[in-house]
C-alpha cells in the first residue's frame, strides 16, 4: 500500500515535470515551424517559380537583378544601354504574345511546337527580353540564352525598398519600408503614451488614496482587458474621421491615427510597470528626503524617479514591444500603404498588419507565403531582443530591502 | 517659482492626467454603447447575418466564440494547471525554474499574429487539420497558457508556507498536501486566471484569422473539424470589408458592444472574485 502510494507520487511528479517544460516546448516548436518556412525564401529563385528569362545570344548582358527585372517589366528601364548592354531599345516579350503572332492551330498537338515558335521570336529579335514558362524553353535553339536565376537574396529583403510579393515576373521581398513603418508608428505612440503613463503612474503611487486606487487599478486592467479589434473599430469610426476633419488631411487612415491608437493600447503596460517600480521604493528614502525639507513633488522628482528609472525604463521598453506586435488595431486604421514612411499624415504599413491582410490570399509554400513567415521570424527576434532589454534592465533595480 | 507652486503645479498635471486615462476608457466604452444600444435585441443576438451582412444578427459568430472558448480552454487549462503547480511546488528555485519562467514570460509577450502564422504551420498545414475549430483551440490555448500558469503559480505561491508544514507535520504525503489542501484554498485565484483567459480567448482575431475564422456561416459548425464564425473576426469583416457602410455599421456597433460586454462582465467578475475570496484567505 505504501509501495503503491509512492509510485504514484513519482508518477505524478513526472507528469507535473513534464508539463512544467511545456513553454519551453512551445517556444521551441514556434522557432522551429516560423524559421523552416520563412528561411525556405532564400532557397527560391528571384523571379516568379516555374519562368525563366530568356535573351538573345548577341546580348552581352549576363545578369539582371531582380530590381531591374521588375523595372524593365514596369517599362521604367527601356534601353539595354542602362544594363551595360548595347544602346537599343528592349523589347518586352511575354509568354501569352506568342499566340498573338502564331495562331494556336500551329502549335501542333500538346504545344509541342511552342518551344520552336519562342526560339524562332527570340531570333528575329537581338534586343529581346522574353518570359518564359520552363517547359517551353527553347533548348535547341542556338540563339537562346537564359538568365541565370538567382535565390531570393538576405540583403535586398532587409535593405530593398519595394514591398510588392505578387508581382510578376520578378517579385519584389524588401521589407524596410515594412519596418520603419512599424517602429515609425510604433515609437510615436510610446511619445504619446510616455507622459500620460508616467503622469498615471505618478498620480497612482504617490498620491492617490487608498480608495481611489481601489477604483483606478481595475479602470487600468480594463483599458488592457479590450480586445484589439474593439480598439481598431473604435479608431476606424472614431478617430479616423476625426483626424480626417480636423487636419484636412485627403485620407485619415493614417501613421498617427495608428499611433494614437497604439498609445491608447501601452498605457496599461506603461502605467502598470513604472507604478510597480515606483511603489518599490523604500519608506526610509521618501522619509529621508522629506525630513531634509524637500516638499513631496521634489522627493518624487529627485528621489522616487531616480530609484524606479530602470523600472520606468523596462516599462517603455515593454510598451515598445506592445505596440511593434499589434495587430488588427493597425490594420484597420493606418490605411496599409507599402511605401517608406514620409511624414505622420500618410499611410503607412506595419509587419503585423501585412501579415494578417496578406497570408489569406498567398498559395501554400510560395514565395509570398515564405516572405509573410520570415516577416513573422522578424517580429519574434525583435520580440525576444524587447523581452531581454527588458529583463536585464530590470535586473539593475535596486530590491526593496536595502 | 517657490517650490510649493512647483509641487501645486505638477500635482494638478498629475490629476489631470489620471482624469484623461479613465476619460478615454468612458470615451471608447461610451462611444461603443451609446452607438450599439439601439442595435441589440433578442433577434440580433438569436439570428443569423443576411443580405451581406447587412441586417439580421449574429447568432453563429456567438456560438462560434463559444466553441473557442470552450476547445482553447479544455486545450490549455489542465496543462496550464498541472505546470502551474510544477513551478511553484516542485520545482524549487535554481537555475530550470528561472529558465521555466523566462520561457514563459517570453511565450506571453508573442504577438498574437505570430501564434497565428504558427498555428497555420502546424496546426491546419502540417496535421491537416484544415481550417476548424480544433486548430483555432490550439492556437488560442497556446496563446493563453502563460495566462494560466502565470496565475495558478501566484495562487499557490500565496498560499502561506506553515500550511504545508503543518500538513506534512501531520503525516500527509506531499502530493496530498497539493491536492487537498493547497489546490482549494487556491481555487479562487486559479478561477480569476482562468476567467481572464476566457476574456482573452473572446477578444482574440489574429490567431484566429487563419486557423478557424469563416467570412460567413448561416449554419452552426457539428464538429470540431468545421469552420465557425467568431465574434472580433466578425467585428472586424464588417467594419472594413463591406460595401454598404450605412448599412452595416448598426451591425458592426452592436457586434462591439456585445464584446464590450462580455469583457466588462470577465472583469467584474475577476475583480469580485478576488477581492472577495483575497480576504478570505488572509482572515483566516
Redesign the interface.
Known sequence: MKQLRRITERFVQGILTLSGSITSLAILLIVIFLFKEGFGLFQNSEIEKGYVLCLHISNPVERIHSKQVKAIFDSEITNWQDLGGKNEEIKLFRFEEIFSIYPEEEMGEDYALLPQKLGEVIEQNPSIIAFLPERYLPAKNKSVKTLPTNNVDLLDFFGGKEWMPTSTPAPQFGTLPLILGTLWVSIFAILIALPLGLGVAIYMSELANERIRKWLKPTIELLAGIPSVVYGFFGLAMLVPLIQNTLHLQVGETALTGSLILAIMALPTIITIAEDAMRNTPQAMREASLALGATHWQTIYNVIIPYAASGITAAVVLGIGRAIGETMAVLMVTGNAAVMPHSLFEPVRTIPATIAAELGEAPMGGTHYQSLFLLGCILFIINMIINISAEMISKNQPSRGM | MD??A??KI??I???V??L???G??FW?LG??IY?GIGVINWEFLTTAPEDGMTAGGIFPAIVGTCCLIVGSIISAFP??L??G???S???GNGRIVK??R??????G??????F???G???FV??FKFGDSIIAGSFTLG?LI??LI?RTTEEALKAIPFSYRTGSLALGA???QTIVRMILPMAFPNIMTGLI?AI?RV?????PI??TVAAYFLPKLPSGIFDQVMAL??H??VI??SGTDIESS?PI??GT?LV??II??L??LLA?VLRRYFGKKVKTN
Open positions: 517650490k510649493k512647483k509641487q505638477a500635482f498635471a498629475f490629476r492626467l489620471s484623461l486615462v479613465v478615454i476608457l471608447i462611444f461603443i452607438n496543462i496550464g498541472l505546470s503547480i510544477y513551478i511546488e516542485y520545482a529558465f521555466i523566462i520561457m514563459t514570460n517570453n511565450l509577450s508573442i504577438p498574437s499574429i505570430v497565428g502564422l504558427f497555420m504551420a502546424l498545414n502540417t497556446l497558457l502563460p500558469i504525503s506531499k502530493l481572464l476574456g473572446s477578444g482574440e482575431t489574429a484569422l487563419f472580433p473576426y467585428l472586424y467594419a472594413t455599421r458592426a456597433y462591439a464584446l464590450i469583457i466588462l470577465i472583469n475583480t
